[in-house]
């Protein structure tokens, strides 16, 4: 099992950044596609970022150009690093890990693995 802990959410102004931090821990033995996604109110959980197991990074196009995915493999964390967010970034973020074999994609289902979330306001 795996247990993953996101922090580094909180209330910023438009254009404003964020970096967010997902550490896990548990039975790290094989290598994880991870990924970020986010549910805003009303809303369906949406990918935001995915790194999968030979380092390609995949955003969404509402993000791209502005978030950046990254690890740190020898620290097990998990980065997302926010910048000139926007009010319709507001939701709450969660990591995910996705067991191999995996590809990264954007598919919730794929993902056994999350964290309890942070919330990110913009106003």
């Known amino acids: 099992h795996l247990q993953l802990v996101e922090s580094g959410g909180g209330s910023v102004q438009a254009g404003g950044s964020l970096r967010l931090s997902c550490v896990a821990s548990?039975?790290?033995?094989?290598?994880?596609?991870m990924g970020w996604f986010r549910q805003a109110p009303g809303k369906r959980r949406e990918g935001v970022a995915v790194?999968?197991?030979?380092?390609?990074?995949i955003y969404s196009d509402s993000v791209k150009g502005r978030f950046s995915i990254s690890r740190d493999n020898a620290n097990n964390v998990l980065y997302l690093q926010m910048n000139n967010l926007k009010p319709e970034d507001t939701a709450v973020y969660y990591c995910?890990?996705?067991?191999?074999?995996?590809?990264?994609?954007?598919?919730?289902?794929?993902?056994?693995?999350w964290g309890q979330g942070t919330q990110v306001t913009v106003s």
């Open positions: 790194l999968n197991t030979n380092g390609r990074e």
């Open positions: 548990g039975h790290i033995k094989r290598r994880y596609c």
């Open positions: 995910a890990a996705d067991p191999p074999p995996c590809s990264g994609s954007f598919f919730t289902s794929k993902y056994i693995y």
